[in-house]
């Protein structure tokens, strides 16, 4: 008997049972290539070829999308009511279209450059061999919670220029502040978030006070004390919300991507005992194969929004002005049409660093060279100094954590040889 074709309404991306493993989905999802979500009307597009086009097409597919309500706390009015009492708003600059995205993505040009980041290194390896130091006698870790975690904090936070000792709390407001974009929680969790990302706002804002008066050359401080040229070519300090917006993107952005991509490549890589056998060969010439190919096969970011200006047509589909698009990047980068064999997790694949993990075009994140830096120097720490790692017994059944958004593993025990 033949088998029913499948189609993308029997996977809901906001079912927890396909969040967990979405890649039979997203097959099924790219026979379309875009599928309208019953459940809210978003128009999803899975091909890489399409989404390529879609990020180079501001003209046509805006990232503002709060031109539709946009946040998901715009749902609520408690919310929206706690953050206008302080004159704050839930937006980020830095989504936002050409030419305005262009004047403040200019600001933060410098702070990225190839000679900052190769500066970092040392930092990152110390760190990371001091996160290792404080486990590697016990012979087991809980990866995420103990490396993943507290690495890419402690980077984003000397990169910003904020205190060490807060770092627990930059991790409650970083989960807070991605709760939202999971799309699954009540109102009484949503305002629970809200008011952890009201507490990130005040701290910021007094940190900003510091940073005037006592400049220290770190992000925060130039930023604070640069002059911003607006699109009337008139200059300005940045308001209160400007750099509130822009800060907690880089704080946000520069720990939760990362840390849930090294938690994945980890597991890839025992998943994958050929190829951890490989990188280990030769750990200088593969891991940064291994890396790209571990943001392509993995995407910690499994999708993100643009919203249509004019009406359009994606494929053979038709989007009317007015329509929220989900761009699926982790679909694209298991789309056969660009990778051969996409679902083979192969580290020396030639084009892996094609994918769409950090996205293209005007968008791209400005954080990738951050982020691909902290990975390759810390597997590089790793894997010298932790033999035969492996699953720590009766750890078989991982889990993801629910979300829309993003892909994160909850835990990950690993046991491991001196």
Same mark, same amino acid.
């Given at each position: ?16 049972? !396909? ?12 026979? @379309?290539? !875009? ?14 070829? #399409? ?18 309500? @946009? ?25 936002? #279209? ?20 190769? &500066? ?18 016990? @012979? ?45 929680? #009540? ?66 952005? @520069? ?8 938690? &994945? ?154």
């Amino acid at each position: 008997m033949t088998r029913p074709k499948e189609s993308p309404a029997d996977y809901s991306l906001l079912d927890p049972a !396909v969040q967990a493993c979405p890649y039979h989905a997203y097959k099924v999802y790219r026979e @379309g290539p !875009v599928f309208q979500m019953p459940e809210t009307g978003h128009y999803v597009v899975s091909r890489y070829q #399409d989404i390529w086009r879609i990020v180079r097409e501001p003209e046509v597919f805006s990232i503002d999308t709060t031109q539709d309500g @946009g946040h998901p706390y715009d749902n609520y009015s408690d919310i929206k009511r706690l953050f206008s009492e302080r004159g704050w708003e839930s937006r980020t600059v830095l989504s936002t #279209d050409p030419p305005l995205h262009g004047s403040y993505r200019s600001l933060l040009e410098h702070c990225f450059t190839n000679r900052r980041i190769k &500066s970092m290194q040392p930092m990152v390896e110390q760190l990371s061999n001091e996160l290792i130091d404080a486990f590697i006698d016990k @012979g087991k870790v809980e990866f995420v919670e103990e490396f993943c975690y507290p690495l890419p904090m402690m980077v984003i936070a000397d990169f910003l220029g904020l205190p060490q000792q807060d770092l627990e709390d930059f991790k409650r407001w970083s989960i807070a502040w991605v709760a939202p974009f999971a799309m699954n929680n #009540d109102s009484e969790s949503a305002y629970r978030y809200a008011l952890e990302h009201v507490e990130l706002k005040a701290y910021l804002v007094e940190k900003f006070d510091e940073k005037r008066r006592k400049p220290d050359g770190r992000v925060i401080s130039d930023l604070v004390n640069c002059s911003y040229t607006a699109l009337d070519g008139t200059r300005r300090p940045l308001t209160e919300n400007e750099l509130l917006s822009i800060t907690e993107q880089l704080l946000v952005g @520069g720990n939760e991507t990362t840390n849930n991509a090294m938690a &994945s490549a980890m597991l890839l890589l025992l998943q994958h005992p050929g190829q951890m056998d490989l990188l280990l060969s030769d750990i200088d010439r593969y891991v940064k194969g291994f890396v790209e190919e571990c943001l392509r096969y993995e995407s910690p970011t499994q999708g993100l929004y643009r919203y249509t200006v004019q009406d359009t047509t994606v494929g053979e589909t038709f989007i009317p002005k007015g329509s929220m698009v989900h761009l699926r990047f982790a679909a694209g980068n298991r789309d056969d049409g660009q990778y051969s064999e996409a679902d083979v997790f192969d580290i020396t694949r030639s084009n892996a660093a094609t994918h769409l993990a950090f996205s293209h075009g005007q968008h791209h994140c400005m954080g990738a060279p951050l982020s691909r830096m902290e990975m390759k120097v810390a597997f590089s720490v790793l894997l010298r100094r932790l033999k035969n790692i492996r699953l720590a017994r009766g750890s078989d059944e991982l889990k993801h954590v629910p979300g829309f958004t993003l892909r994160a593993l909850e835990a990950l025990d690993l046991a491991f040889d001196r």
